[in-house]
């Protein structure tokens, strides 16, 4: 087979199993949290247990009327919710999946990149922010930017931590040098990562630019039908994101029994298990206020996560 077609063969396969993933993701947030609610949740939508509930919202939204205001910089209103959302699936192309180079595209600076084009995220805040032409969703941007400049420091720090650890900056090479000691030593760099993703995808308790009971939507207060939609497809492509990038950096991506043969699929359970998680801690914790929320980043994350880049520092001196 031709390298083109190899390469273009991988990048489908891997892009589309990644992309149902985020579906999956939705589905199961609307009955995670129903049930930890005590509610029952979708039930009617695709007959058992509403299984198409997120396919008839889709439907919805595209039926929706599409509403530019006047006063807004249509070009840039139009384009903000691409900009969300691409930057998530250029990512999973450089996750691996399995051993044997089960991925889109094997890059030897795989991590560098991932944590350069999550970046672009803020990006996508402060256009749909700037474009709407609405004071609360400028005051929502002002938020994200400041939350994600903000997060970005103790998500790099932790993530150099693994690096640091594994002496390469490929994510192929992390999950390979990864041992389970990892689990415990660079514990303080996983949940400083972690905790920084939320923040990066804005995921509740760090829905602070959002806040729909102080800004109406934030950012997203203009924008109906498919843009709208857009947004929230980028939210759930986000989740998938940084559980499988705290997969493959910190919880071994897919060591397991039997990994030659069904490496994908525990790299598959982690990512879903890292997910409920996101889910749990939204049903479970209230907003945190902007102070709290600034409070948490610069007096708790980058002091734990410049300890432990310290510790592995003097860990790898030592060996």
Known sequence: MPLWLDLLVRVVAVVAAFLVLPLVVGQAEHKVMAHMQGRLGPMYAGGFHGWAQLVADGVKFVQKEDITPRDADRRVFQLAPIVALFPYLIVLLAIP??????????LDIGLFFVLAVLGVGVVAVLMSAWASANKYSLLGGLRGAAQLLGYELPLVLSAASVAMAAGTLS??????AWTPWWLLWQAPAALVFFVSGLAEIRRPPFDMPIADSELVFGYLT????????????AEYVGIVVIAALTTVLFLGGWHGPAA???????????????????????VTYPRLREDQLQRLCWLVLVPVALAQLVLTAAVKVAM
């Open 97 to 106: 999946l399995g051993p044997g180079g089960l991925v889109a595209q094997r």
């Open 260 to 282: 030659e043969h069904l490496g994908w699929l525990w790299t598959l359970v982690k990512i879903f298990a890292v997910s409920f998680v996101v889910i749990w801690l939204r």
């Open 222 to 233: 203009e924008y109906t039908g498919l843009r709208f939609a857009f947004f929230l497809l």
């Open 171 to 176: 994510l192929s090479g992390i999950v390979e």
